[in-house]
Protein backbone atom coordinates (compact mmCIF):
# COMPACT_ATOMS: atom_id res chain seq x y z
CA UNK A 1 0.00 0.00 0.00
CA UNK A 2 1.19 3.64 -0.32
CA UNK A 3 0.59 6.47 2.01
CA UNK A 4 -2.64 7.25 3.54
CA UNK A 5 -3.61 3.67 2.07
CA UNK A 6 -3.08 5.30 -1.61
CA UNK A 7 -2.02 2.50 -3.66
CA UNK A 8 1.26 3.69 -6.56
CA UNK A 9 -0.35 2.79 -8.91
CA UNK A 10 -3.32 5.15 -8.09
CA UNK A 11 -1.15 8.42 -8.02
CA UNK A 12 0.62 7.29 -11.27
CA UNK A 13 -2.89 7.17 -13.25
CA UNK A 14 -3.91 10.51 -11.89
CA UNK A 15 -0.84 12.04 -12.60
CA UNK A 16 -1.19 10.35 -16.24
CA UNK A 17 -4.68 11.81 -16.56
CA UNK A 18 -3.44 15.25 -15.55
CA UNK A 19 -0.80 14.88 -18.10
CA UNK A 20 -3.41 14.18 -20.75
CA UNK A 21 -6.14 16.66 -19.42
CA UNK A 22 -3.16 19.48 -19.82
CA UNK A 23 -2.00 18.08 -22.94
CA UNK A 24 -5.80 18.73 -24.52
CA UNK A 25 -5.98 22.17 -23.00
CA UNK A 26 -2.66 22.66 -24.66
CA UNK A 27 -3.66 21.46 -28.36
CA UNK A 28 -7.12 23.91 -27.74
CA UNK A 29 -4.81 26.57 -26.74
CA UNK A 30 -3.13 26.02 -30.11
CA UNK A 31 -5.89 25.70 -32.63
CA UNK A 32 -7.43 28.58 -30.82
CA UNK A 33 -4.78 30.44 -32.05
CA UNK A 34 -3.22 28.82 -35.27
CA UNK A 35 -5.85 27.55 -37.24
CA UNK A 36 -7.94 31.53 -37.20
CA UNK A 37 -6.51 33.51 -40.17
CA UNK A 38 -4.75 31.32 -42.14
CA UNK A 39 -6.34 32.17 -45.30
CA UNK A 40 -6.18 36.07 -44.46
CA UNK A 41 -3.52 37.15 -46.85
CA UNK A 42 -2.02 36.12 -50.14
CA UNK A 43 1.16 33.49 -50.07
CA UNK A 44 4.42 34.85 -49.92
CA UNK A 45 6.80 35.21 -52.73
CA UNK A 46 9.26 32.61 -52.45
CA UNK A 47 8.76 29.71 -49.93
CA UNK A 48 5.26 29.82 -49.53
CA UNK A 49 4.44 30.45 -52.88
CA UNK A 50 6.65 27.67 -54.13
CA UNK A 51 6.08 24.96 -51.48
CA UNK A 52 2.30 25.83 -52.07
CA UNK A 53 2.73 25.40 -56.21
CA UNK A 54 4.61 22.32 -55.93
CA UNK A 55 1.55 20.54 -53.73
CA UNK A 56 -0.26 21.93 -56.55
CA UNK A 57 1.40 20.41 -59.46
CA UNK A 58 1.58 17.50 -57.25
CA UNK A 59 -1.77 16.77 -57.45
CA UNK A 60 -2.21 17.55 -61.04
CA UNK A 61 0.77 15.57 -62.57
CA UNK A 62 -0.46 12.73 -59.66
CA UNK A 63 3.01 12.25 -59.51
CA UNK A 64 3.79 11.99 -55.94
CA UNK A 65 7.30 10.89 -55.34
CA UNK A 66 8.70 13.33 -57.59
CA UNK A 67 8.53 17.09 -56.46
CA UNK A 68 8.41 19.33 -59.55
CA UNK A 69 7.72 23.08 -59.86
CA UNK A 70 6.78 24.94 -63.33
CA UNK A 71 6.36 21.10 -64.49
CA UNK A 72 9.76 20.74 -64.43
CA UNK A 73 11.85 18.63 -61.58
CA UNK A 74 12.89 20.50 -58.98
CA UNK A 75 15.69 19.09 -56.82
CA UNK A 76 15.86 21.63 -53.95
CA UNK A 77 13.68 20.11 -51.70
CA UNK A 78 12.55 16.72 -50.24
CA UNK A 79 8.28 16.22 -50.22
CA UNK A 80 7.39 15.14 -47.05
CA UNK A 81 6.13 18.74 -46.84
CA UNK A 82 4.27 18.81 -49.58
CA UNK A 83 2.56 15.42 -48.56
CA UNK A 84 1.54 17.27 -45.64
CA UNK A 85 -0.10 19.81 -47.97
CA UNK A 86 -1.31 17.94 -50.71
CA UNK A 87 -3.50 16.26 -47.96
CA UNK A 88 -5.10 19.55 -46.50
CA UNK A 89 -5.30 20.40 -50.19
CA UNK A 90 -7.74 17.69 -50.88
CA UNK A 91 -9.65 18.07 -47.65
CA UNK A 92 -10.16 22.03 -48.55
CA UNK A 93 -8.93 22.53 -51.82
CA UNK A 94 -6.51 24.94 -53.25
CA UNK A 95 -5.42 27.96 -51.30
CA UNK A 96 -3.89 29.59 -48.72
CA UNK A 97 -5.42 28.60 -45.74
CA UNK A 98 -4.98 24.41 -47.46
CA UNK A 99 -1.14 25.27 -47.41
CA UNK A 100 -0.66 27.06 -44.15
CA UNK A 101 -2.80 24.05 -42.45
CA UNK A 102 0.24 21.91 -42.04
CA UNK A 103 2.25 24.02 -39.90
CA UNK A 104 -0.73 25.10 -37.65
CA UNK A 105 -1.22 21.42 -36.57
CA UNK A 106 2.58 20.78 -36.45
CA UNK A 107 2.60 24.10 -34.00
CA UNK A 108 -0.33 22.37 -31.49
CA UNK A 109 1.98 18.60 -31.85
CA UNK A 110 5.04 21.08 -30.77
CA UNK A 111 3.54 22.78 -27.82
CA UNK A 112 2.59 19.12 -26.55
CA UNK A 113 6.04 17.75 -27.41
CA UNK A 114 7.55 20.24 -25.45
CA UNK A 115 5.01 20.22 -22.21
CA UNK A 116 5.66 16.24 -22.34
CA UNK A 117 9.18 16.67 -22.49
CA UNK A 118 9.62 19.44 -19.81
CA UNK A 119 7.39 17.47 -17.67
CA UNK A 120 9.57 14.36 -18.07
CA UNK A 121 12.86 15.62 -17.57
CA UNK A 122 11.37 17.73 -14.36
CA UNK A 123 7.64 18.22 -13.13
CA UNK A 124 4.17 19.56 -14.94
CA UNK A 125 4.91 23.23 -13.98
CA UNK A 126 8.50 22.76 -16.17
CA UNK A 127 6.63 20.83 -19.22
CA UNK A 128 4.15 24.15 -18.93
CA UNK A 129 6.36 26.57 -18.90
CA UNK A 130 8.49 25.27 -21.74
CA UNK A 131 5.51 25.34 -23.86
CA UNK A 132 4.12 28.77 -22.64
CA UNK A 133 7.76 30.13 -23.76
CA UNK A 134 7.57 28.60 -27.05
CA UNK A 135 3.89 29.71 -27.67
CA UNK A 136 4.59 33.32 -26.59
CA UNK A 137 7.61 34.69 -28.30
CA UNK A 138 7.41 36.53 -31.51
CA UNK A 139 9.16 34.52 -34.68
CA UNK A 140 8.55 30.85 -33.21
CA UNK A 141 4.50 31.75 -32.82
CA UNK A 142 4.49 33.23 -36.27
CA UNK A 143 6.34 30.20 -37.77
CA UNK A 144 3.27 28.18 -37.11
CA UNK A 145 1.11 30.73 -39.23
CA UNK A 146 3.34 29.92 -42.37
CA UNK A 147 3.58 27.63 -45.20
CA UNK A 148 7.53 27.41 -44.88
CA UNK A 149 8.65 23.33 -44.17
CA UNK A 150 11.15 24.56 -41.09
CA UNK A 151 8.13 24.26 -38.31
CA UNK A 152 8.23 20.53 -39.15
CA UNK A 153 11.98 19.95 -39.85
CA UNK A 154 12.77 21.67 -36.38
CA UNK A 155 10.79 19.20 -34.85
CA UNK A 156 11.88 16.34 -36.37
CA UNK A 157 15.63 17.27 -35.35
CA UNK A 158 14.32 18.12 -32.07
CA UNK A 159 12.98 14.69 -31.68
CA UNK A 160 15.68 13.08 -32.74
CA UNK A 161 18.09 14.44 -30.71
CA UNK A 162 15.83 13.72 -27.84
CA UNK A 163 15.41 10.24 -28.56
CA UNK A 164 19.65 9.73 -28.89
CA UNK A 165 20.03 11.68 -25.82
CA UNK A 166 17.48 9.44 -24.30
CA UNK A 167 19.53 6.27 -25.82
CA UNK A 168 22.75 7.61 -24.50
CA UNK A 169 20.98 7.81 -20.57
CA UNK A 170 20.16 4.49 -20.97
CA UNK A 171 23.38 3.16 -21.49
CA UNK A 172 25.25 5.07 -18.59
CA UNK A 173 22.13 4.64 -16.58
CA UNK A 174 22.07 8.86 -15.31
CA UNK A 175 18.69 8.15 -13.25
CA UNK A 176 15.91 8.79 -15.57
CA UNK A 177 13.49 6.40 -15.97
CA UNK A 178 13.45 4.62 -19.46
CA UNK A 179 11.43 1.38 -19.41
CA UNK A 180 12.70 0.13 -22.78
CA UNK A 181 16.34 -0.59 -24.38
CA UNK A 182 18.98 1.76 -25.34
CA UNK A 183 18.42 0.31 -29.12
CA UNK A 184 14.56 1.46 -28.99
CA UNK A 185 15.76 5.12 -28.32
CA UNK A 186 18.02 4.79 -30.96
CA UNK A 187 15.76 3.84 -33.55
CA UNK A 188 13.45 6.43 -32.86
CA UNK A 189 16.32 9.35 -32.65
CA UNK A 190 17.30 7.72 -36.15
CA UNK A 191 13.90 7.75 -37.55
CA UNK A 192 13.30 11.16 -36.78
CA UNK A 193 16.40 12.70 -38.57
CA UNK A 194 15.32 10.76 -41.42
CA UNK A 195 12.15 12.63 -41.49
CA UNK A 196 14.15 15.36 -41.04
CA UNK A 197 16.15 14.84 -44.27
CA UNK A 198 13.15 13.70 -45.84
CA UNK A 199 11.38 17.13 -45.23
CA UNK A 200 14.37 19.76 -46.12
CA UNK A 201 17.29 17.64 -46.61
CA UNK A 202 20.98 16.01 -45.42
CA UNK A 203 21.18 19.43 -43.22
CA UNK A 204 19.31 17.72 -40.32
CA UNK A 205 21.68 15.13 -39.69
CA UNK A 206 24.35 17.44 -40.14
CA UNK A 207 23.15 19.78 -37.31
CA UNK A 208 23.12 16.75 -35.35
CA UNK A 209 26.07 15.02 -35.91
CA UNK A 210 27.68 18.43 -35.21
CA UNK A 211 25.96 18.66 -31.99
CA UNK A 212 27.06 14.53 -30.86
CA UNK A 213 30.82 16.20 -32.55
CA UNK A 214 30.59 18.88 -29.43
CA UNK A 215 29.57 16.41 -26.59
CA UNK A 216 32.05 13.93 -28.07
CA UNK A 217 34.69 16.80 -27.59
CA UNK A 218 33.51 17.92 -24.17
CA UNK A 219 33.33 14.23 -23.13
CA UNK A 220 37.30 14.12 -24.11
CA UNK A 221 36.87 11.86 -26.56
CA UNK A 222 35.25 9.29 -24.58
CA UNK A 223 32.49 7.06 -26.85
CA UNK A 224 29.54 7.71 -25.54
CA UNK A 225 27.55 5.93 -28.09
CA UNK A 226 29.57 3.29 -29.31
CA UNK A 227 30.53 2.67 -32.70
CA UNK A 228 27.72 -0.59 -33.88
CA UNK A 229 25.23 1.87 -31.72
CA UNK A 230 25.74 4.98 -33.66
CA UNK A 231 25.76 2.87 -37.46
CA UNK A 232 22.31 1.78 -35.82
CA UNK A 233 21.11 5.09 -35.46
CA UNK A 234 22.61 5.91 -38.94
CA UNK A 235 20.48 2.87 -40.65
CA UNK A 236 17.36 3.80 -38.85
CA UNK A 237 18.39 7.44 -40.55
CA UNK A 238 18.57 5.70 -43.61
CA UNK A 239 15.85 3.69 -43.45
CA UNK A 240 13.23 6.32 -43.63
CA UNK A 241 14.89 8.63 -45.74
CA UNK A 242 15.11 5.47 -48.41
CA UNK A 243 11.52 5.85 -48.36
CA UNK A 244 11.83 8.50 -51.05
CA UNK A 245 15.53 8.66 -52.26
CA UNK A 246 15.80 5.08 -53.16
CA UNK A 247 12.65 4.80 -54.55
CA UNK A 248 13.26 8.18 -56.84
CA UNK A 249 17.19 6.60 -57.44
CA UNK A 250 15.62 3.61 -58.34
CA UNK A 251 12.66 4.90 -60.68
CA UNK A 252 14.32 7.33 -62.25
CA UNK A 253 18.25 7.11 -61.95
CA UNK A 254 20.78 9.41 -59.79
CA UNK A 255 20.43 12.26 -62.07
CA UNK A 256 17.64 13.98 -59.25
CA UNK A 257 19.64 12.89 -55.83
CA UNK A 258 22.96 14.01 -57.38
CA UNK A 259 21.95 17.28 -58.46
CA UNK A 260 19.90 17.55 -55.03
CA UNK A 261 22.80 17.17 -52.93
CA UNK A 262 24.70 19.62 -55.05
CA UNK A 263 22.71 21.95 -54.07
CA UNK A 264 22.51 21.22 -50.62
CA UNK A 265 26.40 21.85 -50.68
CA UNK A 266 25.79 25.31 -52.02
CA UNK A 267 23.60 26.34 -49.79
CA UNK A 268 26.68 26.33 -47.04
CA UNK A 269 28.95 27.63 -50.02
CA UNK A 270 27.28 30.71 -51.52
CA UNK A 271 24.87 33.10 -51.12
CA UNK A 272 21.99 31.57 -52.74
CA UNK A 273 19.26 33.85 -54.45
CA UNK A 274 21.21 36.78 -53.27
CA UNK A 275 20.43 35.92 -49.56
CA UNK A 276 23.41 38.19 -48.04
CA UNK A 277 23.87 39.22 -44.60
CA UNK A 278 26.29 40.27 -42.06
CA UNK A 279 28.43 37.84 -39.47
CA UNK A 280 25.58 38.73 -36.72
CA UNK A 281 22.41 38.69 -38.85
CA UNK A 282 21.63 35.00 -36.95
CA UNK A 283 22.42 36.21 -33.48
CA UNK A 284 20.44 39.70 -33.77
CA UNK A 285 17.52 37.79 -35.39
CA UNK A 286 17.27 35.37 -32.78
CA UNK A 287 17.59 38.35 -29.71
CA UNK A 288 14.80 40.01 -31.29
CA UNK A 289 12.61 37.99 -33.20
CA UNK A 290 12.72 35.06 -30.27
CA UNK A 291 10.84 38.39 -27.33
CA UNK A 292 10.62 37.54 -24.70
CA UNK A 293 12.06 34.11 -24.29
CA UNK A 294 15.53 35.07 -25.41
CA UNK A 295 15.65 37.65 -22.76
CA UNK A 296 15.28 34.67 -20.05
CA UNK A 297 17.30 32.37 -21.82
CA UNK A 298 20.43 34.82 -21.36
CA UNK A 299 20.44 34.44 -17.75
CA UNK A 300 20.69 30.66 -18.32
CA UNK A 301 23.79 31.41 -20.41
CA UNK A 302 25.50 32.61 -17.12
CA UNK A 303 26.39 30.77 -13.99
CA UNK A 304 22.98 28.93 -12.37
CA UNK A 305 22.09 26.53 -9.26
CA UNK A 306 22.99 23.07 -10.23
CA UNK A 307 20.06 20.87 -11.79
CA UNK A 308 18.78 18.25 -8.56
CA UNK A 309 19.56 14.84 -11.55
CA UNK A 310 22.35 14.93 -13.61
CA UNK A 311 20.39 13.91 -16.82
CA UNK A 312 19.04 17.46 -16.30
CA UNK A 313 22.09 19.04 -16.23
CA UNK A 314 23.49 17.09 -18.65
CA UNK A 315 20.35 17.93 -20.94
CA UNK A 316 21.29 21.44 -20.29
CA UNK A 317 24.42 20.98 -21.61
CA UNK A 318 22.92 19.20 -24.69
CA UNK A 319 20.43 22.27 -25.51
CA UNK A 320 23.48 25.02 -25.01
CA UNK A 321 25.21 23.07 -27.30
CA UNK A 322 22.58 23.05 -30.11
CA UNK A 323 21.73 26.47 -29.42
CA UNK A 324 25.21 27.60 -30.35
CA UNK A 325 26.17 24.78 -32.63
CA UNK A 326 22.94 26.28 -34.94
CA UNK A 327 23.75 30.05 -34.68
CA UNK A 328 27.54 29.88 -35.34
CA UNK A 329 27.14 27.04 -38.27
CA UNK A 330 24.49 29.44 -40.31
CA UNK A 331 26.73 32.43 -39.64
CA UNK A 332 29.58 30.32 -41.66
CA UNK A 333 26.79 29.38 -44.18
CA UNK A 334 27.12 32.03 -46.79
CA UNK A 335 23.13 32.60 -47.08
CA UNK A 336 21.58 34.26 -44.95
CA UNK A 337 17.63 33.66 -44.01
CA UNK A 338 15.64 34.46 -41.20
CA UNK A 339 14.65 30.64 -40.87
CA UNK A 340 18.03 29.08 -41.10
CA UNK A 341 18.46 29.51 -37.44
CA UNK A 342 14.85 28.46 -36.45
CA UNK A 343 16.05 25.32 -35.12
CA UNK A 344 17.80 27.41 -31.95
CA UNK A 345 14.24 28.45 -30.82
CA UNK A 346 13.71 25.11 -29.35
CA UNK A 347 17.08 25.03 -26.96
CA UNK A 348 16.42 28.68 -26.45
CA UNK A 349 12.83 28.11 -25.36
CA UNK A 350 14.36 25.56 -22.88
CA UNK A 351 16.74 27.93 -21.23
CA UNK A 352 13.88 30.37 -20.85
CA UNK A 353 12.02 27.95 -19.24
CA UNK A 354 14.86 27.01 -17.50
CA UNK A 355 15.55 30.50 -16.14
CA UNK A 356 12.03 31.29 -15.38
CA UNK A 357 11.57 27.69 -13.48
CA UNK A 358 14.53 28.39 -10.83
CA UNK A 359 12.85 32.16 -10.50
CA UNK A 360 9.70 30.66 -9.43
CA UNK A 361 11.13 28.58 -7.00
CA UNK A 362 13.33 31.15 -5.74
CA UNK A 363 16.54 29.83 -6.63
CA UNK A 364 17.45 32.76 -9.11
CA UNK A 365 16.15 36.17 -8.84
CA UNK A 366 14.28 38.25 -11.79
CA UNK A 367 17.38 40.91 -12.57
CA UNK A 368 17.29 44.21 -13.84
CA UNK A 369 18.76 43.63 -16.61
CA UNK A 370 16.24 41.06 -17.91
CA UNK A 371 13.59 43.58 -17.39
CA UNK A 372 15.20 46.17 -18.99
CA UNK A 373 15.65 43.90 -21.83
CA UNK A 374 11.90 43.09 -21.93
CA UNK A 375 10.97 46.65 -22.46
CA UNK A 376 13.98 47.77 -24.61
CA UNK A 377 13.17 44.69 -27.32
CA UNK A 378 9.28 45.78 -26.45
CA UNK A 379 10.01 49.30 -27.63
CA UNK A 380 11.12 48.30 -30.89
CA UNK A 381 8.46 46.54 -31.11
CA UNK A 382 6.32 49.69 -29.79
CA UNK A 383 7.61 51.89 -32.35
CA UNK A 384 7.17 49.83 -35.39
CA UNK A 385 3.45 49.45 -34.49
CA UNK A 386 2.86 52.74 -34.02
CA UNK A 387 4.84 54.87 -36.73
CA UNK A 388 3.75 52.04 -39.45
CA UNK A 389 0.26 53.87 -39.47
CA UNK A 390 1.65 57.04 -39.17
CA UNK A 391 3.59 56.78 -41.92
CA UNK A 392 1.17 55.21 -44.01
CA UNK A 393 -0.91 58.12 -43.82
CA UNK A 394 1.45 60.08 -45.18
CA UNK A 395 2.96 58.37 -47.59
CA UNK A 396 3.74 60.95 -49.58
CA UNK A 397 6.73 61.85 -47.52
CA UNK A 398 8.33 58.21 -47.71
CA UNK A 399 8.62 58.58 -51.87
CA UNK A 400 11.52 61.17 -51.97
CA UNK A 401 13.30 58.67 -49.81
CA UNK A 402 13.36 55.61 -51.31
CA UNK A 403 16.21 55.37 -54.96
CA UNK A 404 14.21 52.07 -55.82
CA UNK A 405 11.81 52.96 -58.62
CA UNK A 406 10.16 50.13 -57.89
CA UNK A 407 9.68 50.76 -54.28
CA UNK A 408 8.62 54.21 -54.93
CA UNK A 409 5.89 52.80 -57.17
CA UNK A 410 4.70 50.33 -54.85
CA UNK A 411 3.71 53.28 -52.26
CA UNK A 412 1.27 54.28 -55.05
CA UNK A 413 -0.64 51.06 -53.67
CA UNK A 414 -4.71 52.30 -52.69
CA UNK A 415 -4.15 50.92 -49.25
CA UNK A 416 -6.87 51.86 -46.87
CA UNK A 417 -5.17 52.73 -43.02
CA UNK A 418 -7.61 53.86 -40.66
CA UNK A 419 -5.40 54.43 -37.81
CA UNK A 420 -7.02 51.56 -35.52
CA UNK A 421 -3.58 49.78 -36.63
CA UNK A 422 -2.17 51.36 -33.54
CA UNK A 423 -4.54 48.86 -31.32
CA UNK A 424 -1.67 45.99 -31.37
CA UNK A 425 0.60 48.64 -30.74
CA UNK A 426 -1.36 49.53 -27.38
CA UNK A 427 -2.32 46.14 -26.66
CA UNK A 428 1.69 45.32 -26.15
CA UNK A 429 2.43 48.16 -24.26
CA UNK A 430 -0.30 47.60 -22.07
CA UNK A 431 1.23 43.70 -21.54
CA UNK A 432 4.81 45.58 -20.73
CA UNK A 433 3.03 47.58 -17.80
CA UNK A 434 1.24 44.77 -16.47
CA UNK A 435 4.02 42.89 -15.81
CA UNK A 436 5.85 45.32 -14.42
CA UNK A 437 3.51 46.21 -12.06
CA UNK A 438 2.89 42.76 -11.09
CA UNK A 439 6.76 41.88 -11.13
CA UNK A 440 6.91 45.07 -9.03
CA UNK A 441 4.21 43.36 -6.47
CA UNK A 442 6.31 40.63 -6.46
CA UNK A 443 3.69 38.49 -8.11
CA UNK A 444 6.44 36.99 -10.41
CA UNK A 445 4.72 33.97 -11.70
CA UNK A 446 1.06 36.34 -13.05
CA UNK A 447 3.64 38.59 -14.19
CA UNK A 448 5.79 35.81 -16.98
CA UNK A 449 2.36 35.03 -17.83
CA UNK A 450 0.97 37.88 -18.66
CA UNK A 451 4.26 38.70 -20.78
CA UNK A 452 4.04 35.62 -22.42
CA UNK A 453 0.65 34.80 -23.38
CA UNK A 454 -0.23 38.81 -24.21
CA UNK A 455 2.77 38.54 -26.08
CA UNK A 456 0.82 35.73 -28.41
CA UNK A 457 -2.40 37.92 -28.90
CA UNK A 458 0.50 41.04 -29.83
CA UNK A 459 1.57 38.87 -32.76
CA UNK A 460 -1.94 37.85 -33.43
CA UNK A 461 -3.15 41.36 -33.76
CA UNK A 462 -0.34 42.38 -35.78
CA UNK A 463 -1.39 39.44 -38.62
CA UNK A 464 -4.54 41.32 -38.27
CA UNK A 465 -4.16 44.75 -38.37
CA UNK A 466 -0.77 44.71 -40.56
CA UNK A 467 0.04 41.82 -42.89
CA UNK A 468 -2.55 42.44 -45.19
CA UNK A 469 -1.79 45.84 -45.77
CA UNK A 470 2.04 45.34 -45.93
CA UNK A 471 1.12 42.89 -49.00
CA UNK A 472 -1.21 45.30 -50.47
CA UNK A 473 2.03 47.05 -51.22
CA UNK A 474 4.66 44.44 -52.02
CA UNK A 475 2.98 41.68 -54.42
CA UNK A 476 -1.02 42.13 -54.53
CA UNK A 477 -0.55 43.78 -57.97
CA UNK A 478 0.65 41.12 -59.37
CA UNK A 479 -1.37 38.53 -57.51
CA UNK A 480 -4.46 40.26 -58.64
CA UNK A 481 -3.32 40.27 -62.30
CA UNK A 482 -2.53 36.70 -62.14
CA UNK A 483 -5.78 35.97 -60.42
CA UNK A 484 -7.68 37.39 -63.33
CA UNK A 485 -5.76 35.15 -65.87
CA UNK A 486 -6.61 31.85 -63.83
CA UNK A 487 -9.58 30.98 -66.15
CA UNK A 488 -7.87 31.69 -69.40
CA UNK A 489 -5.34 28.97 -71.32
CA UNK A 490 -2.47 31.24 -71.89
CA UNK A 491 1.38 31.40 -70.97
CA UNK A 492 2.20 34.00 -68.02
CA UNK A 493 5.67 35.00 -67.22
CA UNK A 494 8.08 37.25 -65.44
CA UNK A 495 10.50 39.39 -66.47
CA UNK A 496 13.61 40.42 -65.18
CA UNK A 497 13.01 38.90 -61.12
CA UNK A 498 11.97 35.59 -60.07
CA UNK A 499 8.86 34.45 -59.14
CA UNK A 500 6.42 31.78 -58.61
CA UNK A 501 3.55 33.61 -57.98
CA UNK A 502 2.52 33.35 -61.46
CA UNK A 503 2.18 30.06 -61.14
CA UNK A 504 -0.09 29.46 -58.47
CA UNK A 505 -2.13 32.28 -58.48
CA UNK A 506 -2.80 31.88 -62.55
CA UNK A 507 -3.57 28.19 -62.03
CA UNK A 508 -0.77 27.31 -64.45
CA UNK A 509 -1.78 23.76 -66.81
CA UNK A 510 0.51 20.79 -67.32
CA UNK A 511 2.95 21.84 -70.35
CA UNK A 512 1.69 20.51 -73.06
CA UNK A 513 4.02 22.33 -75.43
CA UNK A 514 7.61 21.83 -74.00
CA UNK A 515 8.83 25.46 -76.60
CA UNK A 516 6.60 27.29 -73.74
CA UNK A 517 9.99 27.36 -71.68
CA UNK A 518 11.92 29.17 -74.17
CA UNK A 519 11.20 32.61 -73.82
CA UNK A 520 12.33 33.95 -76.64
CA UNK A 521 9.39 31.96 -78.48
CA UNK A 522 7.30 33.43 -76.11
CA UNK A 523 8.10 36.84 -76.98
CA UNK A 524 8.83 36.25 -80.72
CA UNK A 525 7.24 32.86 -82.12
CA UNK A 526 4.54 31.64 -83.60
CA UNK A 527 2.54 31.20 -80.23
CA UNK A 528 -0.72 29.12 -80.07
CA UNK A 529 -2.44 30.93 -77.31
CA UNK A 530 -1.97 34.37 -75.31
CA UNK A 531 1.16 35.28 -73.28
CA UNK A 532 1.23 37.61 -70.39
CA UNK A 533 5.03 39.07 -69.16
CA UNK A 534 4.77 40.82 -65.87
CA UNK A 535 7.86 42.96 -65.10
CA UNK A 536 9.20 45.60 -62.31
CA UNK A 537 8.88 48.95 -63.27
CA UNK A 538 12.47 49.21 -64.13
CA UNK A 539 12.35 46.66 -66.52
CA UNK A 540 9.80 47.83 -68.65
CA UNK A 541 11.78 49.11 -71.47
CA UNK A 542 13.53 46.08 -72.16
CA UNK A 543 9.95 45.02 -72.71
CA UNK A 544 9.06 47.64 -75.03
CA UNK A 545 11.55 46.60 -77.37
CA UNK A 546 9.57 43.56 -78.81
CA UNK A 547 6.97 44.88 -81.21
CA UNK A 548 4.69 42.47 -80.69
CA UNK A 549 3.94 42.94 -76.96
CA UNK A 550 1.67 45.25 -76.37
CA UNK A 551 1.64 47.22 -72.75
CA UNK A 552 -1.86 46.12 -70.73
CA UNK A 553 -1.46 48.33 -67.99
CA UNK A 554 1.26 48.98 -65.26
CA UNK A 555 -0.22 49.07 -60.87
CA UNK A 556 2.41 49.55 -58.04
CA UNK A 557 5.76 49.42 -60.04
CA UNK A 558 4.23 46.49 -61.81
CA UNK A 559 4.09 46.34 -65.97
CA UNK A 560 2.14 44.25 -67.58
CA UNK A 561 2.28 43.63 -71.40
CA UNK A 562 1.03 40.66 -73.19
CA UNK A 563 0.59 39.16 -76.98
CA UNK A 564 -1.83 37.49 -78.77
CA UNK A 565 -1.32 34.21 -81.17
CA UNK A 566 -2.00 35.26 -85.05
CA UNK A 567 -4.60 33.69 -86.88
Known sequence: MGIAGIRPSDSFNKKSNVAKRTSLYIALLGALFYLPWLGGVHLFDWDEINFAEITREMMLTEDYLRVYINFQPFWEKPPFFMWMQLLAMKAFGVGEYAARLPNAICGMITLIVLYKTGKKL????????????????????????????????????????????????????????????????????????????????????????????????????????????????????????????????????????????KYQYELFSKPVAGHKGFPGYHFIVVLAGCFPASLFALRAMWKMPAESQSYQQDFKRWMLFLFWTVLILFTIVKSKIVHYSSMAYFPLTFLAALSIYHMLNERIK???????????????????????????????????????????????????????????????????????????????????????????????????????????????????????????????????????????????????????????????????????????????????AYPQLQQLGSKNGFVFFGRKPVK
Not at 170 to 193: A, E, M, N, T, V
Open 366 to 544: LGRGTKAGVWIIGSLYLLVTFALPILAQNIDLLKPLLKDPFARANLDAEVRWTGLEVIPGIFLLGVLIAASVLWRRQQLESGIRTLFIGTAVFVMLTLVFFVKRIEGYSQRAAIEFYESKSREDCYIITHGYKSYAHLFYARKRPVTDERSYDKEWLLNGAIDKPVYVVTKIQKADELK
Open 122 to 261: YDHRFGLLWALAYFGSVLPFLYFKSGIIDPYFNLFIFLGMYYFILAYWKKDRLGLDLPRSYWHYLFWGGFFIGMGILTKGPVALVISCLVFFVYWVYQRFRFYINVPQFLFFLVAASFITLAWFGIETYKNGPWYIATFT
